[in-house]
């Protein structure tokens, strides 16, 4: 987990995703990151935008903005917006590219990778029957004493997991502001937070890190049609619980 950190943390100055942050580039970029980017422009075609891990320009606009008992003003909410936007990453095995100003965060998707990687590594050791929380659930079988692993969601309902991952994304579960009205999860073509239409959404899929993506992609859909649309793209994913506001 701690080399995964150095590679795929917004909060260790050296790693690979700080670095890349900082200098707009990355020659020879580590695999790990080359998976996980590629994981999360899926989800942003299949969300038609939404999920897009360019915002971490909008996301350090607002977090100062917030540690200044403000809210930024719609002129440099635009302005911020010109430095964001997945399709002006330059991403292939060789390198990684930013436009000037750009940086990206692994945030609606980087535990849930971790988690995948976690199982992985514990699966070709040839353990079973093993259940992973990095803030997402993977579960690798089901329990030691048999049956599925037990997941309570906030809204209330059980979901069983057995080889399967489950995520929960809240729109104000983090917020910017002491009074809870502005969530951390932006929409990228407003540039503000997203509208708390849902209280929590969560989705199970096969691969953790889709599943943390769906759900947070899923905060941002005006409704439930939106998100299973969304999800039909991708195999086994299910929308386990959801609560609207």
């Known amino acids: 987990i701690s080399r995964l950190e150095d590679i795929l943390s917004l909060y260790r100055p050296h790693s690979a995703l700080s670095r890349l942050n900082r200098e707009g ?46 809210r930024p003003d719609g002129q440099t909410i635009t302005t911020i917006q010109h430095k964001t936007g997945w399709g002006k990453v330059e991403l292939d095995v060789s390198a990684i590219s930013l436009r000037p100003g750009m940086a990206l965060t692994l945030n609606g998707i980087g535990q849930g990778y971790v988690a995948d990687r976690v199982a992985a590594l514990l699966e070709a050791e040839g353990l079973t029957d093993i259940l ?12 030691p004493e048999g049956g599925e692993w037990p997941v309570r969601l906030e809204t209330g309902e059980r979901v069983a997991l057995r080889q399967r991952a489950l995520a929960t994304s809240a729109p104000l579960g983090t917020t910017f502001d002491q009074a809870g009205r502005d969530g951390h999860i932006l929409d990228p073509v407003t540039g503000m937070p997203t509208p708390a239409n ?39 994913a299910r929308m386990e619980g959801w609560s609207a506001t």
């Open 132 to 143: 992973i929380d990095t803030g997402e659930f993977r579960a690798l079988g089901g329990q």
């Open 25 to 70: 580039h990355l020659s020879a970029p580590p695999f790990e990151l080359l998976e996980c980017l590629s994981l999360a422009g899926s989800v942003h075609r299949a969300s038609g935008g939404r999920f897009d891990p360019t915002v971490q320009p909008l996301w350090a606009l607002w977090a100062q903005a917030a540690a200044n008992g403000e």
């Open 198 to 236: 849902w209280r929590a959404i969560s989705i199970s899929a096969p691969s953790a890190a889709i599943a943390d993506a769906l759900s947070t992609a899923a905060c941002l859909m005006p409704d439930a049609g939106s998100i299973h649309a969304m999800m039909g793209r991708f195999e086994g």
